[in-house]
């Protein structure tokens, strides 16, 4: 015999068929990247934050050359968010200060609601550690990019972001042949100069991501230089390579081998 609970979810199964959901980190996320740049780069702006914020981050880079004349060795050749060799992510940011917002739809797309005449609505959830965990709410096995990452050792790098204040949310709707689950969903995010920002959701049983797009207002922009983790442990090492095979000789099998020099890098700390 079906339980009370059973058959409420065999009546809202009937009435709204399979349901459809949107999700919506909100208020504050945006555009970060962090990519490699030259020595010659970095020594020009290491101490100009305000005037390479002008430079990338303005209307006319050009323009700002020649008015301030940049030397060719300093110049950028693309704009602020192309310098993204290293890291590149659009999103809502994953902290106490955030929350993320669950929508729900019939299986026409008209919100839910309730007995009364009142929109069905989620509670925002936080998306503090602690929240999340409450929540059953997972993160991907994610990367920290700062000066320590692997791809920035030895090297300087730029980073940028454009902090702005709104909502990241699917415009497409989810739908689920049961009901959503937070237990299932997990954030897929990228801490860059430890800000963690989330991009898309995954959620079990869904082949694909669910991508989230911005609706914002700009709010601020920043940037820099920065030097990566420079290992001094950085060494050269004598080893040997095998070369081509020297046409066959009568009596002999061995195979010449010549002597080169490579650069080999002492591994580095790498977090996930």
């Given amino acids: 015999m079906a339980t009370l609970k059973q058959k409420k979810k065999l009546i809202d199964k009937i009435v709204h068929g399979n349901k459809k959901y949107r999700f919506t980190i909100s208020r504050y996320g945006g555009e970060t990247v962090m990519g490699t740049i030259t020595r010659e780069q970095y020594e020009y702006w290491k101490d100009r934050d305000e005037e390479l914020q002008e430079y990338v981050m303005g209307f006319d880079k050009t323009e700002y050359e020649k008015e301030h004349d940049i030397p060719d060795e300093a110049r950028f050749s693309g704009d602020w968010y192309e310098q993204d060799n290293v890291e590149h992510i659009c999103g809502g940011e994953v902290s106490d200060g955030n929350y993320l917002q669950i929508d729900e739809f019939d299986q026409d797309g008209n919100p839910i609601k309730n007995a009364d005449g009142s929109f069905k609505m989620w509670e925002p959830i936080a998306l503090g550690r602690e929240s999340r965990e409450k929540h059953g709410i997972k993160t991907n096995d994610y ?122 890098k002492a591994k580095s700390k790498k977090k996930k």
């Fill in 143 to 264: 990367q920290q990019f700062d000066e320590d990452h692997d791809s920035v050792i030895n090297k300087c790098y730029f980073y940028g972001q454009a902090f702005n204040k709104g909502g990241w949310g699917n415009e497409d709707f989810v739908e689920l042949a049961e009901e959503l689950d937070t237990n299932k969903i997990t954030l897929n995010c990228s801490e860059v100069q430890g800000t963690l920002m989330c991009s898309s959701i995954s959620y079990e049983g869904l082949k694909e991501d669910i991508h989230l797009s911005e609706d914002s207002t700009g709010s601020s922009q920043t940037c820099c230089v920065r030097e990566g983790w420079q290992n001094p442990d950085a060494v050269e090492e004598e080893v040997t390579e095998e070369a081509k095979p020297e046409p066959k000789k009568k009596k002999t099998k061995a195979k010449s081998k010549v002597k080169t020099k490579i650069k080999v």
